[in-house]
């Protein structure tokens, strides 16, 4: 059996926790005025906006990828819409199909891996954007290194990011990334399984899948 490390904060029985990020607030209040529907692109990013003021909740939300959909709902706030598509361009000419009558108010990470307020406003929609929460990378000593052979569950760009820059990547290492987006992140020499859904629980199971069919 390989080793399987999840580079989420999340915890998974199964796989060891070597989390690669950390979340810290970078607004004091929300701006929502103005705005008649929120769209969340993370789980963190409606935490964030709860820890800062919840009356967000009183504006219905889209909710990209089944996570942030469960976080919102659990925080009693309206999921309207759930796009299929998850990644860039794609995800964008949902939203203009959908909401080009909207306000929307994008809350979001300080870096995002794709910029939707320029693409959105080439058709005419104007996406009112706030940097509410950013991510750092947590410091590791090279004791911490995953063992040879081992399974690295990359779960966002910023989780690649972050484990290349406190550790060097062994050819032994096979990697698993949440979706299509995080993987362009990925250096060129690494390759890497895609999850069948943009899941935490998607990649662990293609990770055992993967250990099963090496061992």
Known sequence: MRSIYLTSPRQYKGTYSLSMI????????LELDGCDTIMFTSKQAVISAEAIDSSWKK????????????QIESLGAEVIYQPKEYYGSNLAKDIVDRFKNRKLLYLRPKEVS???KSYLSKFGISLKEQII?????????????????SIIIFTS??????????????MSYKAVVIGRATLKHLPANIQAEVSSKPTIDACVVKAFEISKNLD
Not at 22 to 29: I, Y
Not at 157 to 170: G, M, Q, R, V, Y
């Open 22 to 29: 950390e979340f810290s607030l970078c607004a004091k209040s």
């Open 59 to 70: 504006l219905p939300c889209v909710a990209i990828g089944p996570a942030t959909k469960k």
């Open 114 to 116: 794709f910029d939707s």
């Open 133 to 149: 929460y950013e991510t750092r990378c947590k410091t590791y000593q090279d004791r911490d290194r995953p063992l040879d052979g």
């Open 157 to 170: 760009p910023s989780t690649i990011h972050c484990f290349l820059k406190n550790f060097s990547w062994d």
